[in-house]
């Protein structure tokens, strides 16, 4: 029962002067759907990186063309393409789901067009493609700081929930498995779950029975927050560690008491931010909505300032900011870019080489912990 | 599995089980009466439970909020059914199957656009909430309590499809539609009462949905709809008892699926409905189901 509806919402052009031209920028996020909280979030970032900053050197004007992809693959694939058919935009931002991303990069890397995605870590988004960039780390670095961190405070065993449907998942459990044996963890069993699911008390009883050190669970916060939620309810104390994919507000506000204590490893946290760059986007965003900054609108913000960059540079050398090769080139060499949750440098693979930080639910709050280089 | 696990998903199993079973029921009751596959059931159950929450945030008294959310699932089915299936009574049922598909649409798009499609924390009060300890098996307090509502209700449709004026009626509808109105029975009020019971059933199942998997959105209604249209086919579409049935079985079976072969929990609605498939390779028209003709509730 897929739903065909988009909601195309186009940024208000505000003062364009006659000479100026409209560079347009595609972004594909969910937002609306299961994972909503993810689109909703990067999209409040990267209004603001937006208000900040729309105009290119040469006086164009950056225009946002967003679509809604429901957190739907097939969905994010038909938007990908629309924006390039119909749009015509240089370049497309998104997705925050690895699948939905996955789902888009054939599309890019068949029509030329560079693609960035602020926040999909799987790291098949970015393989064997030219046109596809990324504003984060990927999940065996993160797989390996949750699977540390595990085993620095003596928790030598562990049960991970897989959520099958999701690329992102079924990459980072592989990850923190593989970095968590090769320290000498010990995985008791997989268990796996589907995203949509809100039943999980079966799975409960599994790591009710085998009693691990740890659970390792690496999808998304609905199910977090319903599984810890059932787990705390039926008597099971084990603590949780998860990774980007359940750090938001819906995590507490669901879980409630139960969400005590999990940790999970993040891209950013305003408490750790110390760069000028990141002060004042916390200033900006603290001021627009009123509550903590969130690590996908800081990297949506971050890929978004990525592509200005790219578009700058272009410019520089006397190429049009609508030059899809050029942007694709700029963006695949960025180096040192002075991003909101940290410097970002490419590497050959596309991928951004920047440290994660480790967050805890304390107090109904998410409170930093430490922060993780590569 | 040791045997106090084993008696944990078993409790598990009736909990979910019922939530399925309550759904079914009206289900299977619009589609006893019209051959109408009502897609938008699920839909319905979803905004009970939405009006159940926000009538619970803004008033504080959760009965008066499950009351809110009642009636404005009947509300909803009511209009649905005089707005969409009625100006269609006489058209191929294909053309229904495609409006209530259409109305699931509606429903779930225009909350996703009234309140967005982040999921909200659903609050339920204390009493509702608790969890009981037996040994070492826990037993939260919906358990218990939504398996006994579910048979209430359960007695309650029965004894008004067959001890009541107007549960003859709905019977002779399933049967004959022009033949009732000959008889002088007004059939659209009939069947205006059969869309109100079923609405009044989903909401009941939506907030006791909501109470013991506390995050709601738009479209939760949509895989619970496809589980409890699945369960209904199960125990043979027309019959209450075999809605319930079904309900039941396939709760069990979605547990059973995780706690025996965790590693293939994320397939188990892939088993639930294999396993429908099974049944009705060997029982056509489901477990409680006659001949698909003669079958009525």
């Avoid at chain 1, 105009?55 to 967003?66: A, H, I, Q, S, T």
């Avoid at chain 2, 204390?126 to 218990?144: C, R």
């Avoid at chain 2, 959105?217 to 043979?236: N, Q, R, T, W």
Wanted: charge should be positive; charged fraction near 20%; proline fraction near 4%.
């Amino acid at each position: 029962m897929k739903k065909l509806l988009s909601i195309a919402a186009a940024a208000a052009l505000i003062g364009t002067f006659a000479s100026a031209k409209e560079v347009k920028v595609g972004v594909v996020l969910p937002l609306t759907g299961p994972i909503a909280a993810f689109g909703q979030t990067s999209k409040g970032g990267l209004d603001i990186a937006y208000e900040q900053n729309h105009k290119l050197k040469n006086g164009d004007e950056v225009k946002l063309v967003v679509l809604d992809d429901r957190g739907d693959k097939v969905e994010a694939a038909t938007a990908a393409k629309r924006l390039i058919d119909k749009d015509g935009v240089t370049v497309i931002l998104g997705e925050v789901a690895s699948g939905n991303s996955m789902a888009m990069a054939p599309i890019a890397e068949k029509n030329k067009t560079p693609m960035i995605t602020h926040a999909s870590t799987n790291p098949r988004v970015t393989k064997g493609k030219k046109y596809v960039t990324r504003a984060c780390f990927i999940d065996p670095f993160q797989g390996a700081v949750m699977a540390k961190y595990a085993l620095d405070h003596g928790m030598k065993t562990a049960v991970v929930v897989t959520d099958a449907k999701q690329d992102y998942s079924v990459g980072l459990s592989k990850a923190f498995k593989k970095a968590y044996t090769a320290g000498g963890g010990k995985v008791l069993k997989t268990v796996l779950i589907n995203s949509g699911d809100k039943d999980f008390n079966a799975q409960v009883a599994t790591i009710k029975e085998l009693h691990p050190d740890i659970v390792a669970f690496t999808g998304y916060y609905p199910e977090a927050a319903l599984l810890v939620k059932q787990a705390r309810a039926m008597g099971v104390n084990t603590p949780f560690i998860g990774a980007d994919g359940v750090g938001f507000p819906e995590l507490i506000k669901i879980a409630g008491k139960a969400a005590e204590g999990f940790m999970y490893t993040d891209h950013f946290n305003e408490a750790a931010a110390s760069s000028p760059e990141a002060k004042a986007y916390v200033e900006a965003f603290h001021k627009k909505y009123n509550k903590p900054a969130d690590s996908m609108g800081a990297l949506a913000a971050d890929a978004y300032g990525m592509i200005l960059s790219a578009m700058n540079q272009c410019i520089d050398e006397g190429k049009a900011p609508t030059d899809k090769e050029c942007v694709n080139d700029k963006l695949r060499h960025t180096k040192g870019y002075k991003g909101i949750t940290g410097v970002i440098t490419i590497n050959e693979n596309g991928d951004a080489v920047k440290s994660a930080v480790i967050n805890e639910v304390k107090d109904g709050k998410f409170v930093y912990k430490t922060t993780v280089n590569p | 599995m040791d045997l106090s696990i084993f008696l944990q998903q078993l409790v598990n199993g009736t909990s979910l089980g019922s939530m399925y079973a309550l759904i079914a029921i009206g289900y299977t009751m619009v589609y006893g009466v019209l051959r109408l596959i009502n897609f938008a059931h699920g839909d319905i159950m979803m905004v009970g439970a939405f009006v159940t929450y926000f009538v619970y945030q803004t008033s504080g008294s959760f009965t008066l909020a499950v009351l809110a959310g009642i009636l404005a699932s009947v509300l909803v089915g009511v209009l649905t059914d005089k707005i969409a299936y009625k100006p269609l009574r006489d058209a191929p049922k294909i053309s229904l199957l495609i409006t209530a598909i259409g109305i699931s649409f509606f429903l779930e798009n225009l909350f996703n656009v009234l309140f967005g499609g982040v999921p909200r924390a659903f609050k339920a009060p204390e009493m509702l909430t608790k969890v009981l300890h037996w040994g070492s098996i826990y037993l939260p307090v919906t358990v218990i309590i939504i398996p006994i509502v579910t048979v209430t209700i359960l007695i309650a449709v029965l004894w008004v499809l067959y001890r009541t004026k107007y549960g003859m009626a709905i019977r002779a509808l399933a049967f004959d539609i022009p033949t009732v109105k000959l008889m002088g029975v007004n059939a659209d009020t009939i069947i205006a009462l059969v869309f109100a019971l079923g609405s009044a059933l989903a909401a009941v199942g939506g907030v006791f949905y909501a109470v013991s998997y506390p995050s709601i959105d738009p479209l939760m209604g949509v895989i619970v709809g496809l589980k409890a249209f699945a369960a209904a086919v199960l125990g043979g579409i027309g019959s209450v008892t075999g809605a319930v049935l079904g309900g039941f079985i396939l709760g069990f079976t979605e547990i059973m699926v995780v706690a025996v072969f965790p590693e293939l929990g994320g397939y188990k609605d892939a088993f639930a409905f294999f396993f429908l498939i099974l049944v009705l390779l060997f029982r056509p028209t489901g477990i409680m189901g006659e001949d698909l003709e003669r079958s009525r509730f």
